[in-house]
């Protein structure tokens, strides 16, 4: 399964929205239990991938409320309602309905 | 607290074996997968395969079969991503990751991770 992000960066004022895309090549949605099987993590600087959201909308513990994801099928969105400088780095989308498991090219979120 | 710790950084030449490390710490290690990944310098995440500490049920990428060998020591809490013959282009960050086997796939996702080994092949 390839999945495709957009924009591939993106410069974001503080306190601004800012919105990643993600699109699936085949149907990400399991229609044994009804879930979507799509995750979001952000790598920052020198670290390793922190899961942000998981199984299309769910946020991981300790992520912030303005952390959003949604979407269905194959296309997904992550959503980020007002930006704070700690939010740099490098998200990835990634779908795990099929091994081998496959993660987004990225999207570089930078702070203007 | 539920931790991975991996091994440290490694400077190999072409053609040489290496062993990484994965331990995780925090919870019972043989109950969850654990899946490797690649991040090759200044480029994305790629899955190398996940491995079933339990009873060693390991599944590999197609990229990557035949490139490496995914072990895990449950007697130590330990997952291991082995080479047989290094090459350049094996030159990388590698990421242990935890994830669980419920029969709930909501919940089956990968959290945390290690901090990752760098890993430098270069004569």
């Known amino acids: 399964i390839v999945m495709t992000q957009t924009p591939l960066s993106l410069a974001v004022t503080p306190g601004e929205p800012a919105s990643i895309s993600c699109r699936a090549s085949?149907?990400?949605?399991?229609?044994?239990?009804?879930?979507?099987?799509v995750d979001w993590y952000l790598q920052k600087p020198g670290q390793a991938p922190k899961l942000l959201i998981y199984?299309?909308?769910y946020r991981a513990s300790g992520v912030p409320a303005r952390f959003r994801g949604s979407g269905s099928g194959t296309v997904f969105t992550l959503k980020i309602s007002r930006v704070e400088s700690e939010d740099v780095g490098v998200y990835y989308c990634?779908?795990?309905?099929?091994?081998?498991?496959?993660f987004g090219q990225g999207t570089r979120l930078e702070i203007k | 607290e539920v931790q991975l710790v991996q091994s440290g950084a490694v400077l190999k030449k072409p053609g040489e074996s290496l062993k990484i490390s994965c331990e995780g710490s925090?919870?019972?290690?043989?109950?969850?997968?654990i899946g490797w990944v690649r991040q090759m310098p200044g480029k994305g995440l790629e899955w190398i395969g996940v491995?079933?500490?339990?009873?060693?049920?390991?599944r590999y990428n197609p990229s990557f079969k035949g490139q490496v060998t995914i072990s895990a020591d449950k007697s130590i809490n330990t997952a291991y991503l082995q080479w047989r013959t290094l090459k350049a282009s094996d030159t990388a960050i590698y990421f242990c990751a935890r994830r669980p086997a419920t029969a709930e796939g909501s919940f089956n996702y990968f959290d945390p991770w290690g901090q990752g080994t760098p890993v430098t092949v270069s004569s």
């Open positions: 199984t299309l909308s």
């Open positions: 085949q149907s990400l949605f399991d229609s044994e239990d009804g879930e979507t099987y």
């Open positions: 491995i079933f500490p339990g009873d060693s049920d390991t």
């Open positions: 990634m779908q795990r309905i099929e091994f081998p498991y496959t």
């Open positions: 925090g919870y019972t290690f043989a109950h969850y997968w």
